[in-house]
C-alpha cells in the first residue's frame, strides 16, 4: 500500500519563500504529483516528478529523492493567492494516491 | 475551467435514499476517476473506468457503485446513504488509463457536494 506524509499547516509571509515537504512509502512507484487546491474548490495539478531532481516552473519547483522516499514543493515570492492546500499524490501500481494535504496560510 | 463537467454543484437529502452523481470527462480523456474528500480528509480514491470498463478500485463502499456510459461520461450512485456519507465527491479525468504509469495528469471536476440529512 501507500502511505504518505505531509505537515498539516503552513504560515509564511508574503514575498517569501515556502518549502512543503512530503514523505512517503510505497509498494509501487511511478512518479509524484503536487496539486494546489483552495477551500471548496477541485485540485489543480502543479507538478510530476519521476526522476530524483529538481523541477522547476515559474515560482514553483519540486523536487524528488527516490531512494529517501522525499519529495518537497518549494514556493517563492509568496502572494496572498497562494493560500490554498497543497497535496502530495504518489502513482503507484494503477492509481494515484493523495496525502490529507498541507494548509498555507500567506500572511502579510 | 478544467473541462471536467459534474453535475449537480449541490446535493441534500435524507439518509436510506439514493442519489447519482454524473461526470463528463475532458473531450478525449477515456479515462474517469472519483474520489470522496470529506472535512478535513484527504482524497480518498473510490474508483477508476477506463473507456467503459472497470480499471482500479480503491476503498469503495459496497453501497456505491459506478459505471462508464459508451459516450465516456460516468455516473456514481450511493445508496442507503449514511449521515457520514456527507462529502464533496469529485471526478477527474486523463488520457491514458494507467493512473500511476508514467506523466498523466488528472482534471479535475468542480465537484459535487452531498450533505444528508
Known amino acids: 500500500g501507500q502511505n504518505i506524509d505531509q505537515p498539516t499547516e503552513m504560515t509564511a509571509t508574503e514575498g517569501a519563500i515556502v518549502q512543503i515537504n512530503c514523505t512517503y512509502q510505497?509498494?509501487?512507484?511511478?512518479?509524484l504529483f503536487w496539486y494546489q487546491q483552495h477551500a471548496g474548490e477541485a485540485p489543480t495539478f502543479l507538478s510530476y516528478?519521476?526522476?530524483?531532481g529538481l523541477e522547476e516552473k515559474g515560482r514553483f519547483s519540486s523536487f524528488l529523492s527516490r531512494s529517501k522516499g522525499y519529495s518537497y514543493l518549494l514556493l517563492k515570492e509568496l502572494q496572498m493567492k497562494d493560500s490554498a492546500s497543497y497535496l502530495c499524490a504518489v502513482g503507484g501500481y494503477q492509481k494515484v494516491t493523495f496525502g490529507t494535504g498541507t494548509k498555507l496560510q500567506v500572511i502579510p | 475551467d478544467s473541462g471536467v463537467t459534474q453535475t449537480p454543484k449541490h446535493l441534500i437529502t435524507a439518509t436510506g435514499q439514493r442519489v447519482t452523481l454524473r461526470c463528463s470527462p475532458r473531450s478525449g480523456d477515456l479515462s474517469v476517476y472519483w474520489y470522496q474528500q470529506s472535512l478535513d480528509q484527504g482524497l480518498q480514491f473510490l474508483i477508476q473506468y477506463y473507456n467503459g470498463e472497470e480499471r482500479a478500485k480503491g476503498n469503495i463502499l459496497e453501497r456505491f457503485s459506478a459505471q462508464q456510459f459508451p459516450d465516456l461520461h460516468s455516473e456514481l450512485n450511493l445508496s442507503s446513504l449514511e449521515l457520514g456519507d456527507s462529502a464533496l465527491y469529485f471526478c477527474?479525468?486523463?488520457?491514458?488509463?494507467?493512473?500511476?504509469?508514467?506523466?498523466?495528469?488528472?482534471?479535475f471536476g468542480p465537484g459535487t457536494r452531498l450533505t444528508v440529512l
Open positions: 510505497t509498494s509501487g512507484f511511478n512518479g
Open positions: 516528478n519521476v526522476l530524483d
Open positions: 477527474a479525468s486523463s488520457v491514458s488509463g494507467l493512473a500511476g504509469v508514467g506523466y498523466n495528469e488528472q482534471f
